[in-house]
């Protein structure tokens, strides 16, 4: 790789926790001298029971070949819930990059574990032969956590060893939080259980526990001595101070980038291990003392190369009995190791090499190298004291900061505002750099959304493999980033990308938490905005349809009334020429035959024959007019029968040809289907004999299939007429009522006229 840019991945669970920030900050200060660009995947707990942790993890899901060339993973953070065999199954699709595990031996990567169990038993032997405790209680981390189960069994061999019993009510499981310790305190006072001494594998729990023990009175380590493990910087300023055994965490995080380069250049898997280191304080019943080793030899494995240098110095000047050369170059040491590791404790041991070897190597008296010492130490001591002040006066500056960048996100919801706010509050912890990525609902796309250096609105759609728009080249690579899921509940909305840089660790879990309620608000806001537009829309086509609706149906009415109107003028006039007609021959024939009875003469056969046929034509006038008026009898009478009863019906108005090709076993399962399309075939049948001069008419029925393999039922009426007529087919009543008949059956009608004569099909769905 050599020539190119490189960069590697972090996977880590939180930077707001002392163990996983010192590994973080070792390993982002290697890759800065090594001129590696990092990203860290800031996700959660694998296995995680809280589903906005469980969402998190999206954030390792976004690591791949894309983006990075190699990965450190700090497993011992990560697998609270999960199994070695969890983490190998979890961690395989990154198997065809370099990878290093931090913490825990992984199949198939290179790692870095600590030899623990060794210390911690020694601290058990300290309590027992020391301090006389008998009873004790152990405060483990999740169960199937395997560096929590392999210091409980050290632990246990050691009581066993001394034939102390270890009651497995008094093991308790916890999370590698101040709350577990909290927790189990509490449970051991109130359910009475006698103790002496708790042991909590890692130092948070531990600080938690004697928070909780102070709370209830119970005094430590005159009641009872507590130890932890993993060796962070608070432990030393707990109260009593906390006797626990120190993981070199620096040392291993810059070994694991050291580790990672040479697989990355072509080289092969490692496994290390190193040493951890057991510090006796005050709150296992020990007096207080200055935490070095007189007599030191030799320079401590985790010595880094610029303190290795620096005791050099400090050997050759102490050599010569330059009192402020050597004070000013022990400053200028001290200012590095704080700004490296922040352990700025070590330089007692490192002293302690120092005296050693200066008073072997020079002919300076006990007393000057004692006086150069102790004023060496002092030096320390002050600087630890002014470091510490310094700590506590930016971690409240660092919290003011947080408050205000909690106001300015808080509660703001358009999207505008939202990123200008979000850029002032980037530039208040002094990033200037910023970009923020929304997932889009296609899978595995993003779009850009906001960067700190552009105000103009973005609309960049991308692969989110690629963490940034290709349109913004790979530079960005070669920087150090801190990439932040963005997630509401279970819900993953997207990532902020933000530079790397030595601010409070708090800030990211803020910015984390901040940005992604507003985003969902913001988006939420979005959302609803485009839902009234679209009911606005949707209100105004619906109204206007109603407007449409209410003229159709205004004429309609109209119509109705036309139709009435014609109806009853049709039906008087039929009364009126026709069927009066027959009533008045009827009339004259009977006072005919009433004249011939009174003058005694015959009534003659012949004119009562033309009184009963005249009133049967009546009767079938009759029959004619209220069959057109009165539904159709669907129960007693087919489909058929009712269009034959028609035919016969119409035969009897008119001498023209009428053919019936329906099938016989037609059925309209609809009654108001079945109504509407008969009253249309009755009203086409009616314009053909009346207005199409034709000499035969067709009523037939056929089936067929649409585009979509839908069943077709065609209805049709066909004459040879001379078609009808154009004044008929633009203003005609009976079209418009065939068309409303049509629309109330779900059915289509297509009407074609000409020269050659009229069809009218009626098309409905089967």
Request: charged letters at 25%; proline letters at 4%.
């Given at each position: 790789m050599e020539g190119l840019q490189r960069c590697i991945g972090i996977f880590t669970a939180s930077l707001d926790d002392e163990y996983q920030s010192t590994l973080w900050h070792a390993i982002e200060q290697e890759a800065r001298k090594r001129n590696i660009g990092t990203i860290s995947f800031i996700g959660s707990r694998l296995g995680s029971p809280i589903a906005s942790e469980a969402s998190s993890n999206l954030a390792y899901h976004l690591a791949g070949k894309e983006n990075i060339d190699g990965l450190i993973i700090i497993a011992s953070s990560l697998a609270s819930y999960f199994t070695t065999v969890d983490l190998n199954k979890f961690f395989a699709p990154w198997s065809s990059l370099p990878r290093v595990s931090i913490g825990m031996r992984m199949q198939g990567m290179s790692d870095i574990t600590v030899e623990g169990e060794e210390d911690i038993a020694v601290v058990v032997e300290h309590l027992i032969t020391v301090h006389h405790r008998s009873k004790f209680a152990i405060l483990t981390g999740p169960k199937t956590h395997e560096e929590s189960i392999r210091r409980l069994d050290a632990c246990s061999q050691v009581l066993e060893t001394h034939g102390i019993e270890l009651d497995e009510r008094m093991v308790f499981s916890g999370t590698f939080t101040d709350v577990s310790g909290r927790e189990t305190v509490a449970s051991l006072v109130e359910q009475g259980q006698d103790f002496d001494a708790l042991i909590c594998l890692n130092d948070w729990m531990a600080l938690g526990a004697l928070d909780e023990l102070a709370r209830r009175g119970i005094k430590v380590p005159d009641d009872v001595s507590v130890v932890g493990y993993d060796g962070l910087d608070p432990s030393r300023y707990a109260l009593p101070p906390l006797t626990t055994v120190v993981q070199p965490l620096h040392e291993m995080g810059v070994i694991a980038v050291d580790i990672l380069d040479r697989i990355m250049a072509g080289g092969e898997e490692e496994h290390i291990t190193l040493p951890c280191t057991t510090v006796i304080r005050e709150s296992c019943g020990c007096n207080p003392h200055i935490s070095y080793t007189p007599g030191l030899h030799e320079m401590p494995s985790y010595a880094s190369p610029s303190e290795r240098f620096a005791v050099q110095d400090l050997l050759l000047l102490v050599r010569q009995g330059n009192y402020h050369q050597m004070i000013s170059r022990l400053n200028r040491a001290l200012d590095t190791t704080a700004g490296e590791s922040g352990s700025m404790h070590r330089w007692n041991e490192y002293l302690s090499v120092v005296e050693y070897k200066s008073s072997v190597e020079s002919d300076l008296s006990p007393?000057?190298?004692?006086?150069?010492?102790?004023?060496?130490?002092?030096?320390?001591?002050?600087?630890?004291?002014?470091?510490?002040?310094?700590?506590?006066?930016?971690?409240?500056?660092?919290?003011?900061?947080?408050?205000?960048?909690?106001?300015?996100?808080?509660?703001?919801?358009?999207?505008?505002?939202?990123?200008?706010?979000?850029?002032?509050?980037?530039?208040?912890?002094?990033?200037?750099?910023?970009?923020?990525?929304?997932?889009?609902?296609?899978?595995?796309?993003?779009?850009?959304?906001?960067?700190?250096?552009?105000?103009?609105?973005?609309?960049?759609?991308?692969?989110?493999?690629?963490?940034?728009?290709?349109?913004?080249?790979?530079?960005?690579?070669?920087?150090?980033?801190?990439?932040?899921?963005?997630?509401?509940?279970?819900?993953?909305?997207?990532?902020?990308?933000?530079?790397?840089?030595?601010?409070?660790?708090?800030?990211?879990?803020?910015?984390?938490?901040?940005?992604?309620?507003?985003?969902?608000?913001?988006?939420?806001?979005?959302?609803?905005?485009?839902?009234?537009?679209?009911?606005?829309?949707?209100?105004?086509?619906?109204?206007q349809d109603l407007s449409s609706e209410i003229k159709r149906r205004t004429e309609l009415e109209k119509e109705v009334m036309e139709i009435s109107t014609k109806t009853m003028e049709r039906i008087g006039q039929e009364l009126h020429d026709d069927l009066c007609q027959y009533l008045l021959g009827i009339s004259l024939l009977a006072s005919s035959a009433k004249q011939h009875l009174e003058s005694h003469q015959e009534v003659k056969p012949e004119e009562l024959e033309m009184i009963s046929m005249h009133l049967n034509k009546?009767?079938?006038?009759?029959?004619?007019?209220?069959?057109?008026?009165?539904?159709?009898?669907?129960?007693?009478?087919?489909?058929?029968?009712?269009?034959?009863?028609?035919?016969?019906?119409?035969?009897?108005?008119?001498?023209?040809?009428?053919?019936?090709?329906?099938?016989?076993?037609?059925?309209?399962?609809?009654?108001?289907?079945?109504?509407?399309?008969?009253?249309?075939?009755?009203?086409?049948?009616?314009?053909?004999?009346?207005?199409?001069?034709?000499?035969?008419?067709?009523?037939?029925?056929?089936?067929?299939?649409?585009?979509?393999?839908?069943?077709?039922?065609?209805?049709?009426?066909?004459?040879?007429?001379?078609?009808?007529?154009?004044?008929?087919?633009?203003?005609?009543?009976?079209?418009?009522?065939?068309?409303?008949?049509?629309?109330?059956?779900?059915?289509?009608l297509k009407i074609e006229s000409g020269d050659e004569g009229t069809t009218v099909r009626i098309i409905l769905k089967e």
């Open positions: 007393k000057t190298l004692g006086m150069l010492m102790a004023a060496a130490r002092a030096l320390i001591g002050d600087k630890i004291g002014r470091f510490q002040a310094a700590k506590r006066i930016a971690t409240e500056n660092s919290f003011d900061s947080l408050r205000k960048v909690s106001a300015m996100l808080s509660g703001t919801f358009e999207l505008d505002e939202f990123f200008e706010n979000l850029r002032l509050s980037l530039k208040l912890f002094g990033l200037d750099h910023g970009y923020l990525v929304r997932f889009t609902h296609a899978k595995g796309k993003a779009r850009l959304l906001m960067a700190m250096d552009q105000v103009s609105p973005l609309d960049q759609v991308f692969d989110a493999m690629h963490i940034l728009p290709p349109s913004l080249g790979v530079d960005w690579k070669s920087q150090r980033w801190v990439l932040l899921p963005l997630v509401y509940l279970d819900e993953p909305l997207g990532y902020l990308l933000v530079p790397f840089r030595k601010v409070m660790p708090a800030l990211y879990d803020v910015l984390q938490e901040q940005v992604s309620s507003t985003l969902k608000g913001s988006l939420l806001l979005t959302q609803i905005r485009e839902h009234e537009k679209n009911l606005e829309t949707q209100v105004a086509h619906r109204t009546a009767i079938s006038k009759v029959k004619t007019i209220s069959r057109g008026l009165m539904p159709l009898e669907l129960e007693s009478h087919s489909f058929l029968e009712q269009l034959e009863a028609l035919v016969g019906d119409s035969l009897r108005l008119a001498k023209v040809e009428i053919d019936i090709n329906v099938d016989p076993e037609l059925c309209i399962c609809d009654p108001i289907v079945e109504l509407n399309t008969f009253r249309i075939i009755q009203e086409a049948l009616t314009n053909a004999i009346k207005h199409s001069k034709a000499q035969h008419i067709e009523i037939s029925s056929s089936h067929t299939v649409d585009e979509k393999s839908q069943k077709i039922l065609v209805l049709s009426v066909s004459d040879d007429g001379t078609g009808l007529p154009p004044k008929l087919q633009k203003q005609g009543l009976g079209l418009k009522i065939m068309h409303n008949r049509a629309s109330m059956a779900n059915a289509l």
